[in-house]
T-cell receptor, first 114, second 116 residues
């Protein structure tokens, strides 16, 4: 069964450093998403991406965040200058472009900012 | 803005018994979708079941079923014949239906423990 994959599974970085989280969505899906979950809290939407541009973003997704689809398979989330409060689990998801689309999630990347 | 509320932070059930997890939501939309996702200790988000708001019939997936009360804006998950592998955090989620690619809005989650 096709699945969303994410790398790395765990990333440790120093405050102020740039990190890139990578995702490979399900191959026939064209909508891509990033969510984050701070430990012990609910899952929060960050951004959705379609046709090589951001289709929706939340108030969390400020200028330090960016997304990109650098090739035909990868979808990345970049955090330019990490802060302690960016420590969280980051989930990538993808869905088909149909009215009844369901989002399928990857296993997540745990980001730890020291 | 849409909100999703799960009022039970923790629930427990005996193996083979039935448990119901509650979820309420607030929306002014008439067309939307509701989901239950399961998050085991591995923290992967796994889709359990989905419900289209325009469908009156409650969705079922094997041992999992929902009680969708549109007027009351309630969407509970019933797990029958609970198994040890059902132990996880369960999240209720909402998505508006007027367009594809809409964000999911999640509730706070309910931690389910299954006792042998």
């Amino acid at each position: 069964e096709p699945e969303v994959t994410q790398t790395p599974s765990h990333q440790v970085t120093q405050m102020g450093q740039e990190v890139i989280l990578r995702c490979v969505p399900i191959s026939n899906h064209l909508y891509f998403y990033w969510y984050r979950q701070i430990l012990g809290q609910k899952v929060e939407f960050l951004v959705s991406f379609y046709n090589n541009e951001i289709s929706e973003k939340s108030e969390i997704f400020d200028d330090q965040f960016s997304v990109e689809r650098p090739d035909g398979s990868n979808f990345t989330l970049k955090i330019r200058s990490t802060k302690l409060e960016d420590s969280a689990m980051y989930f990538c998801a993808s869905s088909e472009v149909v009215y009844t689309d369901t989002q399928y999630f990857g296993p997540g990347t745990r980001l730890t900012v020291l | 803005a849409q909100t999703v509320t799960q009022s039970q932070p923790e629930m427990s059930v005996q193996e083979a018994e039935t448990v119901t997890l509650s979820c309420t939501y607030d929306t002014s939309e008439s067309d939307y979708y509701l989901f239950w996702y399961k998050q085991p200790p591995s923290r992967q988000m796994i889709l359990v079941i989905r419900q289209e708001a325009y469908k009156q019939q409650n969705a079922t997936e094997n041992r999992f079923s929902v009680n969708f009360q549109k007027a009351a804006k309630s969407f509970s998950l019933k797990i029958s014949d609970s198994q040890l592998g059902d132990a996880a955090m369960y999240f209720c989620a909402y998505r508006r239906g007027e367009t594809s690619g809409s964000r999911l809005t999640f509730g706070e989650g309910t931690q389910l423990t299954v006792n042998p």
